[in-house]
Structures are given as structure tokens and as C-alpha cells.
T-cell receptor, first 112, second 116 residues
Framework: TQLLEQSPQFLSIQEGENLTVYCNSSSVFSSLQWYRQEPGEGPVLLVTVVTGGEVKKLKRLTFQFGDARKDSSLHITAAQPGDTGLYLCAGGNTGTASKLTFGTGTRLQVTL | GAVVSQHPSWVICKSGTSVKIECRSLDFQATTMFWYRQFPKQSLMLMATSNEGSKATYEQGVEKDKFLINHASLTLSTLTVTSAHPEDSSFYIC????????????FGPGTRLTVL
């Protein structure tokens, strides 16, 4: 069974601070996706990374896929209250009909 | 594009009754749809993978006779929770993968089920 552990589980920071969320596994994935979910809603895809070592930037968010494709990180610069939510990483494997393994989740709260 | 809807968005039912949840891909065809369950403050747990025109594949520990899945067309999958009990109360989320696409899944807004 493939497992994805996220850390930290919960993070409460003030507006303007930087933070990094980690997603780690002992398994190799062909792709790694990051989602953000707000209460009572479905997850919304932020990014997909597929190449070991790949770095993608989405405004203040920077995503990195580990060289061995076993881990990933999400860095947020100058966090804003609108960044509050549950962040989920999810690993996919080619040939498993798009089946994803979701991480344990990181709940982020950004206060004024 | 790639919008997925769920109906109903929330439902309250009595213990012992059955509840049907619909998942529709509105602007694309989805060969594969997935059903997840999410308990409060937890991550998504995959329940089953649904392929159009064939039987669903259930994850270990998920009772296929209790959670009936039908994927009759490329745009619709349904999950029926039979003989619901309070412990079935949860947030049920579906997702759809583009036919012939990559690992990307597009998620519905979820259905909150409360069993009294």
C-alpha cells in the first residue's frame, strides 16, 4: 500500500509569513498533484508535477517534485487569509487508470 | 472546462433508508469516475473506481453491497448508500478523469450525508 505523509498536519500563521508543506512517501509516483480544499467543498487542483526535480510556480506558490519522485513540497510566500484551507498532495501512477493516493493533509490557517 | 457536479449537495435521512448520490461530468466525457469518503478533519479515502459500462472496483474494506455504484454513461455515475446507518454519515466526493487523459482528476463539490 502506498502512503503519503504530509507535514505539518496543522499550521497557523499570520498574514505575510512564509511556510512550507511537505509530502513524503517511500514509494515512487509517476505524478504528484497538489489540491486545496475549503470546508464543504471538493478539492481544487493547484498543480501537477511529473518530472523528478521539477519546480512549478503559481503566483506565490512554489511546488517541487523530488528528484526520486517520492516526495514533494509546497512553499507559500507572504501568506494571505485567502490561502486558508486544507492542502492535499496526491500521487498517481501510470497504468492505474488515473487512481490517486491522497496524502494525510495539512490544514493551514492564515490570520490577519 | 472540466466541471463536475454532484447532486444532492446535502441530504439527511433516517437510519435504514437508502440514499442515491449523482456525479456528472458537465462538459467532458469521463471514462473513469472515482468515489471518495471524507470524515471531518481527515483526508480523502478512495472507496471505489467506476468505469463506464463495467463493474466498479472497490477498495479493501469497502462493502460493495452497501455502496452500490453504477456508471451507466460517460457523464454519469451514481453511488447508492443502502440501509444507511449513522456511521455512514460523511462527506462523499466524486471525481472524474478525462477519457484518454493523464492522472488528473476533476472533483465534484461533494455531498454531505447525515444519517439520523
Amino acid at each position: 500500500t502506498q502512503l503519503l505523509e504530509q507535514s505539518p498536519q496543522f499550521l497557523s500563521i499570520q498574514e505575510g509569513e512564509n511556510l512550507t508543506v511537505y509530502c513524503n512517501s517511500s514509494s515512487v509516483f509517476s505524478s504528484l498533484q497538489w489540491y486545496r480544499q475549503e470546508p464543504g467543498e471538493g478539492p481544487v487542483l493547484l498543480v501537477t508535477v511529473v518530472t523528478g526535480g521539477e519546480v512549478k510556480k503559481l503566483k506565490r506558490l512554489t511546488f517541487q517534485f523530488g528528484d526520486a519522485r517520492k516526495d514533494s513540497s509546497l512553499h507559500i510566500t507572504a501568506a494571505q487569509p485567502g490561502d486558508t484551507g486544507l492542502y492535499l498532495c496526491a500521487g498517481g501512477n501510470t497504468g492505474t487508470a488515473s487512481k490517486l493516493t491522497f496524502g494525510t493533509g495539512t490544514r493551514l490557517q492564515v490570520t490577519l | 472546462g472540466a466541471v463536475v457536479s454532484q447532486h444532492p449537495s446535502w441530504v439527511i435521512c433516517k437510519s435504514g433508508t437508502s440514499v442515491k448520490i449523482e456525479c456528472r461530468s458537465l462538459d467532458f466525457q469521463a471514462t473513469t469516475m472515482f468515489w471518495y469518503r471524507q470524515f471531518p478533519k481527515q483526508s480523502l479515502m478512495l472507496m471505489a473506481t467506476s468505469n463506464e459500462g463495467s463493474k466498479a472496483t472497490y477498495e479493501q474494506g469497502v462493502e460493495k453491497d452497501k455502496f452500490l455504484i453504477n456508471h451507466a454513461s460517460l457523464t454519469l455515475s451514481t453511488l447508492t448508500v443502502t440501509s444507511a446507518h449513522p456511521e455512514d454519515s460523511s462527506f462523499y466526493i466524486c471525481s472524474a478523469a478525462l477519457a484518454g487523459g493523464t492522472d488528473t482528476q476533476y472533483f465534484g463539490p461533494g455531498t454531505r450525508l447525515t444519517v439520523l
